[in-house]
């Protein structure tokens, strides 16, 4: 029981440290979107993300016996991810770093709320109190101005967002029946090839190789694309998706503090109250599973318990 305890505890240490790289990241890729476009982006980032696995993966072979889970977790997992980062990097053009990552946010209480659904069970009170705050801090954060005021960035990062919770999901599905490194590569894979196929047509494609694009993208490839998911789906071999979006409700906390100590971004009193109410629509999803055991009593003994 220690043992399962330690490994939980590692994986969730290990997963706030993700949370704090993705967070951090999100100031330096808006930074670096002046200078190249949004997929073309995105395929440099998982390309080199994809070449660095490959080359710093222990050796593969005799790790593929289960090839069939293996090839549909990781192309799952691979267009959940592509989604995902297409949506949010595109979303960044045209909304601020703590606000994407706030919206960004929004996948951890989707993650219950997408998992009910698959159960075809409606989600408990608490996890429906979640859903409504979260959706009223999204209003505060976006509509300052009204529905008229709602940022094209704001609707493809809730865009987004859904593709992270499935993600999640999808990893949190398949990282206990396959080996992680091997789902890692193949899911980082499949996000490339997706990049690669669609940034030459679907974009008007461009690309200027200044310091803050050659910077952002080693950021990016190395730190939060080849080690994060790496760990990320080791860590849901030891974890549940529920904590796994828990401690991932750190990353847009993470981002504000990046923005606002990089470019002195300030939120404005109802954007504040509004990611507030994100936050804890998040943390009331997801702290309904940390209950506190009840003592066993001598009835409960008498009881068979």
Not at 134 to 152: H, V, Y
């Amino acid at each position: 029981m220690r043992a399962a305890e330690g490994a939980s505890w590692r994986a969730d240490l290990a997963l706030a440290g993700i949370a704090f790289v993705w967070g951090a990241t999100f100031v330096v890729v808006k930074e670096a979107l002046h200078d190249a476009s949004t997929l073309l982006f995105l395929c440099l980032r998982f390309s080199l993300a994809t070449v660095a696995l490959a080359l710093t993966a222990r050796p593969l072979a005799g790790r593929f016996q289960d090839r069939r889970p293996l090839a549909v977790g990781g192309l799952v997992a691979g267009l959940c991810l592509f989604t995902g980062y297409w949506l949010q990097t595109l979303g960044l053009r045209y909304t601020t770093p703590s606000k994407s990552a706030f919206l960004t946010g929004l996948s951890i209480v989707m993650v219950p709320a997408l998992a009910s659904a698959f159960r075809r069970r409606l989600p408990g009170p608490t996890e429906a109190a979640g859903i409504t705050a979260a959706t009223l801090g999204m209003g505060l954060l976006t509509l300052e101005d009204g529905f008229g005021s709602i940022n094209p960035g704001d609707l493809l990062t809730v865009g987004c967002a859904g593709g992270f919770a499935l993600h999640i999901l999808a990893v949190g599905h398949w990282a206990p029946r396959v080996n992680y490194q091997a789902l890692t590569l193949v899911q980082i894979a499949t996000a490339t090839i997706l990049c690669a196929l669609t940034f030459w047509w679907a974009e008007s494609w461009y690309l200027r190789l200044t310091p803050r694009v050659v910077s952002a993208l080693l950021v990016t490839g190395l730190l939060a694309t080849a080690l994060a998911f790496s760990v990320q789906t080791w860590a849901q071999q030891r974890t549940t998706p529920t904590h796994t979006a828990l401690m991932f409700a750190l990353e847009p906390v993470f981002a504000w503090l990046t923005s606002y100590a990089v470019t002195g971004e300030r939120l404005s009193l109802r954007q504040t109250v509004g990611a507030g109410l994100i936050l804890s629509g998040i943390l009331a999803v997801e702290l309904k599973s940390l209950k506190i055991p009840r003592p066993v009593t001598r009835r409960d003994h008498t009881r068979g318990l």
